[in-house]
């Protein structure tokens, strides 16, 4: 048993961003048992941990990132994002053949992630086996709650990244059989999105998704351009998430849905009817993708929505700086659309935390049976005014940076 002392922040749900000053946080085994003011009797031989007036946050969730992506990031960030797939992304993707090179981008992107504050994610790799196997196998090794996907493509794609259909599905076959019992980090069917994949390709991953019960993660409705796309896959064809359902792959959760900016009516009902999630990744679709989500009318509408850092579109690994973005293009959004209003800092803070944390279990919050999946913040506090816990938070979400995550804790063990 573990005892923390320190002032606690975490989300009850989304409307409820609690605080607790001077607190202490009782953790067995690597579970939350409680939060107490005053330490009960009953504790009183245990040693406690103090970390004075730093504040304990659950650990974030990145619900959409691009491994691969990660020697990119910041860079092409005046494109968009057609010419910046064409023109930086496809290519530097080609490089994860190299098994080897592939190892040492993923050894930096997983460490970075981890030095963010990120301690479940959901990922793409490339369409390379051997390389997204070393990505699995380093999630898995660091303990890191995960999903992680060989991607598909097999049209409208450049030579070097084009798969042949049948040989994309044995691929991701192989890539499911070999990772479908891991303990941390599971496999997830990947298409990388309508316009890169045929119809014939996603009904063949619908059988895959039947025969292993695995999730799907993918980008829907994402710019103007996409969603036109997307409407080509098949004759009929409506909208987006119609052709997942269509091929039978929204049957098995978690099914992650990145950027949803511009969904139509039916797009919302399909990807609530499966209980998906939605992605909001603020920085990224300002950079490359131009368009906002409209992300207080989806919660209005009862959506789940997670937050992501969308590495290379998006240019950090941090969640706790995508969570401001959200906010602060909830505002823009709300500017120019009058049914869409602004989200307040309790409720993005809910969506990178506790929300997408859901699709893991108990994660992403501070509630009796939690995991303590735990970042202890600090440096955060200046000497002209007092800060309340949670203002720290949130000042460290606009404000903060690496060095403020002075301790990590996965499972209740220090990292
Ligand atoms: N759409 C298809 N591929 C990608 C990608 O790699 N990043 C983003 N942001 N959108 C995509
Ligand atoms: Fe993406």
């Not at 939060?35 to 730093?54: A, C, K, M, Q």
């Not at 044995?170 to 496999?187: A, M």
């Not at 937050?307 to 959200?326: C, E, K, P, R």
Request: glycine share 8%; with cysteine.
């Amino acid at each position: 048993m573990e005892i923390y002392h320190g002032d606690i922040v975490y989300s009850k749900d989304i409307k409820n961003l609690v605080e607790y000053k001077d607190s202490y946080i009782v953790v067995q085994d690597g579970i939350v048992e409680g939060i107490y003011e005053t330490l009960p009797e009953r504790y009183s031989n245990v040693e406690i941990i103090d970390f004075g007036g730093d504040v304990i946050i659950p650990a974030f969730t990145d619900l959409h990132t691009h491994a691969p992506q990660y020697p990119n990031r910041g860079l092409a960030m005046d494109e968009v994002l057609a010419n910046w797939l064409d023109k930086y992304t496809f290519p530097l993707e080609e490089k994860f053949k190299d098994e080897t090179y592939a190892r040492d981008v993923y050894t930096a992107f997983v460490d970075d992630m981890i030095a963010h504050g990120t301690m479940h994610a959901v990922v793409f790799g490339t369409i390379h086996n051997k390389a997204t196997d070393t990505l699995i196998d380093q999630l898995e090794r660091h303990g890191i709650m995960s999903y992680v996907g060989k991607v598909n493509m097999d049209k409208n794609s450049p030579k070097y990244l084009l798969e042949d259909t049948q040989e994309s599905i044995d691929k991701t076959e192989l890539f499911l059989q070999k990772h479908i019992d891991k303990v941390y980090s599971k496999p997830i069917l990947t298409p990388r999105f309508a316009p890169t994949c045929s119809f014939e390709l996603l009904k063949e991953l619908g059988n895959l998704m039947a025969k292993y019960k695995v999730g799907l993660q993918t980008h829907i409705v994402e710019s103007k351009w996409e969603k036109e796309e997307a409407k080509k896959c098949f004759d009929g064809c409506r909208c987006d998430m119609q052709i997942y359902e269509d091929a039978g792959l929204l049957e098995y959760g978690p099914t992650i849905a990145a950027h949803f900016i511009y969904p139509s009516q039916e797009d919302i009902d399909i990807l609530k009817k499966h209980n998906g999630i939605a992605v909001q990744c603020a920085d990224a679709t300002t950079n490359v993708i131009a368009g906002i989500m409209p992300t207080g009318l989806l919660l209005d509408n009862g959506i789940n929505i997670g937050i992501g850092s969308d590495i290379s579109a998006g240019q950090s690994l941090g969640i706790y700086i995508q969570i401001a973005s959200a906010i602060r293009l909830s505002k823009i959004k709300s500017l120019y659309e009058k049914e869409n209003r602004v989200i307040s800092f309790a409720e993005a803070f809910y969506l990178g935390t506790k929300q997408g944390g859901s699709i893991f279990g108990n994660v992403g919050s501070f509630e009796k049976g939690y995991y303590f999946d735990a970042l202890v913040i600090g440096g955060l506090e200046d000497k002209y005014q007092e800060l309340k816990p949670v203002e720290v938070v949130e000042r460290f979400c606009y404000a903060g940076e690496v060095k403020n995550i002075k301790y990590k804790f996965l499972r209740g063990k220090e990292i």
